[in-house]
């Protein structure tokens, strides 16, 4: 992440060092109970080891399979923590999604997307425990990173690393 990109998401100084050195997320599943804090940023590169935490964290729990997580929706879940300086685990409602699940899904909703990010392991949905939703929305738009869908009569927010759009 670039001085300029680190400067837009309204970081200070000492915060912007950090950054560049490491990056670290504390995540916790609400259908499987598992938490993970793990870092998989550091020195200017991606830690495999990491980025596979993050991926199992995120699998699909439905069938228990995974697809590597696109470290950019990492890099945009800890901007996002970071513009709401939330201290509080970011709580998962939904990954990585197989077209399996993403089909049954499909058929009982009308909210899911048939081509979703989800499948791409590019999108989560969230929330995050000590902030509004309202508040979650408002950030993750302001960041202008990917799409950002807010689902209040579900309670979460949608955001993934495609094009920037909102729904």
Same mark, same amino acid.
């Given at each position: 992440?670039?001085?300029?990109?680190?400067?837009?998401?309204?970081? %200070?100084?000492?915060?912007? !060092?950090?950054?560049? &050195?490491?990056?670290?997320?504390?995540?916790?599943?609400?259908h499987?109970?598992?938490?993970?804090? %793990?870092?998989?940023? %550091?020195?200017?590169?991606? #830690?495999?080891?990491?980025?596979?935490?993050?991926?199992?964290?995120?699998r699909?729990?439905?069938?228990? &399979?995974?697809?590597?997580?696109?470290?950019?929706?990492?890099? $945009?879940?800890?901007?996002? &923590?970071?513009? $709401?300086?939330?201290?509080?685990?970011?709580?998962? /409602?939904?990954?990585?999604?197989?077209? !399996?699940?993403?089909?049954?899904?499909r058929?009982?909703?009308?909210?899911?997307?048939?081509n979703? $990010?989800?499948?791409?392991?590019?999108?989560?949905?969230?929330r995050?425990?000590? &902030?509004? $939703?309202?508040?979650?929305r408002?950030?993750?738009?302001? #960041? =202008? =990173?990917?799409?950002?869908?807010?689902?209040?009569?579900? @309670?979460?927010?949608?955001? @993934?690393?495609?094009? /920037?759009?909102?729904?």
């Amino acid at each position: 992440m670039t001085p300029a990109m680190l400067a837009l998401l309204g970081l %200070a100084p000492r915060q912007a !060092e950090a950054a560049r &050195r490491e990056r670290s997320l504390l995540l916790h599943h609400l259908h499987t109970g598992e938490t993970l804090n %793990a870092v998989y940023f %550091a020195d200017g590169r991606y #830690l495999p080891e990491g980025l596979g935490a993050f991926t199992h964290h995120l699998r699909d729990w439905r069938v228990d &399979r995974a697809r590597p997580i696109d470290p950019e929706l990492l890099d $945009l879940l800890w901007a996002l &923590r970071q513009r $709401l300086e939330s201290k509080a685990p970011i709580q998962v /409602v939904c990954g990585y999604r197989t077209p !399996e699940t993403n089909a049954m899904l499909r058929r009982r909703s009308e909210g899911v997307a048939r081509n979703s $990010l989800h499948m791409r392991a590019m999108a989560v949905d969230l929330r995050v425990p000590d &902030r509004s $939703l309202r508040s979650l929305r408002l950030a993750a738009i302001s #960041l =202008r =990173r990917g799409g950002v869908g807010y689902y209040p009569a579900s @309670d979460f927010v949608h955001v @993934d690393t495609g094009r /920037v759009r909102y729904w």
